[in-house]
């Protein structure tokens, strides 16, 4: 039998998924907010935190931008219809936003990468996207030794203050 959810258990407002790891991978140059089309039972299933967009990337197709790769697991209540766990997307952008987003997108080693999938404060399904540039090993190496440096001062500074 289904697992009944109580009304705690929906998320409103706020954050479902974030992709920690597109900051390690990507020097992401410009944001942008987009809207997302979904299905009746993909918003249910966000609502539960059912989602994954460690994968997902953006693609241009016939002057539009989809998102790709991103997973949304199927609804457990749902009835005789439900969706694809993994489809194209199509992203909600305006004319002049999805024009930069193509232009970037054409160049090479630029990539359109998801970063956090969240509800607004009216409710709606949006995802932060970014224009990322792919770092190599030694960019990799340099962030993480920055970070480690970070840690430790902050130690250091804890123990004198």
Not at 20 to 31: L, P, S, V
Request: hydrophobic share 35%.
């Amino acid at each position: 039998m289904v697992e009944k959810k109580s009304k705690s258990d929906f998320i409103s407002t706020g954050l479902v998924a974030q992709n920690r790891r597109a900051f390690f991978d990507y020097n992401i140059t410009e944001k942008f907010i987009a809207g997302i089309e979904l299905t009746g039972t993909e918003v249910k299933s966000l609502r539960l935190g059912h989602a994954n967009i460690t994968d997902a990337f953006g693609t241009e197709k016939n002057g539009e931008v989809f998102i790709s790769n991103m997973f949304i697991a199927e609804y457990s209540c749902k009835g005789y219809s439900s969706h694809p766990e993994k489809r194209e997307r199509k992203l909600l952008l305006k004319k002049k936003e999805i024009n930069d987003i193509i232009g970037a997108i054409s160049k090479k080693g630029c990539t359109l990468v998801a970063i956090r999938l969240f509800f607004n404060e009216k409710g709606r399904a949006k995802i932060e996207v970014g224009l990322g540039i792919g770092k190599k090993l030694y960019d990799k190496r340099e962030t993480e030794k920055q970070r480690d440096w970070n840690r430790e001062k902050s130690r250091i500074m804890g123990k004198f203050a």
